[in-house]
C-alpha cells in the first residue's frame, strides 16, 4: 500500500500507534486447544471501510480485502466476539477459512469470502478449503460469500451454500 508497511512488525507497531478502539480489531486462530490459538498469528480488520478505501488499500487490487471486511463488521453487528465466538482458521494443509463461528463449544458454520468466483480456479480452491476445514471441525454449515454469486452447489459430497454479500 502508499504507507510502504514492509514488515508484519512495522505493521503491528504502526496498528498498535493507531489503535482507536474502534478502527482495529484482531482475530485469533481457531484451534481447540487454547495455548496453541495465542502462538498463531492474529488477522487485522479496520472496522470503518472508508478508513479502508482511503488509505493503505489500492481499491482494484482489494476489492476481496474489502467485502472480508464488510462481512467482518457485519458479524460483530451480529454479535459474534473476536477470540471467543469468531475466528479464522487454517487446515492442516494450510488452507485458510475467513471466519469460523462457535457458539458454546460447538463451531457453528464455516464462512468463506471470495470477490468473485467465476474462474474454475478460484471457485476450485475456495471450496476445496472449505470442504477440508469442515472435515477438520465437525462442521456442516458451509458458506460462501461473494460480490453478486448466487448458488447451491454440492461438492465432495459436502452442500455448500454460495449468496451475494447483500443476501447476507
Given at each position: 500500500?502508499?504507507?510502504?508497511?514492509?514488515?508484519?512488525?512495522?505493521?503491528?507497531?504502526?496498528?498498535?500507534?493507531?489503535?482507536?478502539?474502534?478502527?482495529?480489531?484482531?482475530?485469533?486462530?481457531?484451534?481447540?486447544?487454547?495455548?496453541?490459538?495465542?502462538?498463531?498469528?492474529?488477522?487485522?480488520?479496520?472496522v470503518?471501510?472508508?478508513?479502508v478505501?482511503?488509505?493503505?488499500?489500492?481499491?482494484s487490487?482489494?476489492?476481496?480485502?474489502?467485502?472480508?471486511?464488510?462481512?467482518?463488521?457485519?458479524?460483530?453487528?451480529?454479535?459474534?466476539?473476536?477470540g471467543?465466538?469468531?475466528?479464522?482458521?487454517?487446515?492442516?494443509?494450510?488452507?485458510?477459512?475467513?471466519?469460523?463461528?462457535?457458539?458454546?463449544?460447538?463451531?457453528?458454520?464455516?464462512i468463506?469470502?471470495?470477490?468473485?468466483?467465476?474462474?474454475?480456479?478460484?471457485?476450485?480452491?475456495?471450496?476445496?478449503?472449505?470442504?477440508?476445514?469442515?472435515?477438520?471441525?465437525?462442521?456442516?454449515?458451509?458458506?460462501?460469500?461473494?460480490?453478486?454469486?448466487?448458488?447451491?452447489?454440492?461438492?465432495?459430497?459436502?452442500?455448500?451454500?454460495?449468496?451475494?454479500?447483500?443476501?447476507?
Amino acid at each position: 500500500g502508499e504507507l510502504g508497511l514492509s514488515s508484519v512488525a512495522t505493521t503491528k507497531k504502526f496498528c498498535d500507534y493507531l489503535a482507536e478502539p474502534y478502527l482495529f480489531f484482531y482475530l485469533p486462530r481457531f484451534n481447540n486447544k487454547l495455548k496453541l490459538m495465542t502462538k498463531a498469528p492474529k488477522k487485522v480488520y479496520v472496522v470503518d471501510n472508508g478508513f479502508v478505501q482511503s488509505t493503505a488499500f489500492n481499491l482494484s487490487e482489494n476489492l476481496g480485502r474489502l467485502l472480508e471486511n464488510q462481512v467482518f463488521v457485519e458479524l460483530l453487528r451480529r454479535g459474534y466476539i473476536p477470540g471467543q465466538t469468531l475466528f479464522y482458521y487454517r487446515t492442516r494443509n494450510d488452507k485458510e477459512i475467513d471466519f469460523v463461528t462457535r457458539k458454546g463449544t460447538k463451531v457453528e458454520q464455516l464462512i468463506q469470502v471470495c470477490y468473485d468466483m467465476t474462474s474454475e480456479k478460484t471457485r476450485k480452491r475456495e471450496l476445496n478449503a472449505i470442504v477440508e476445514a469442515s472435515e477438520e471441525l465437525h462442521c456442516d454449515n458451509l458458506l460462501v460469500i461473494t460480490n453478486d454469486q448466487q448458488e447451491d452447489i454440492v461438492w465432495k459430497n459436502r452442500k455448500i451454500r454460495v449468496v451475494n454479500v447483500g443476501a447476507f
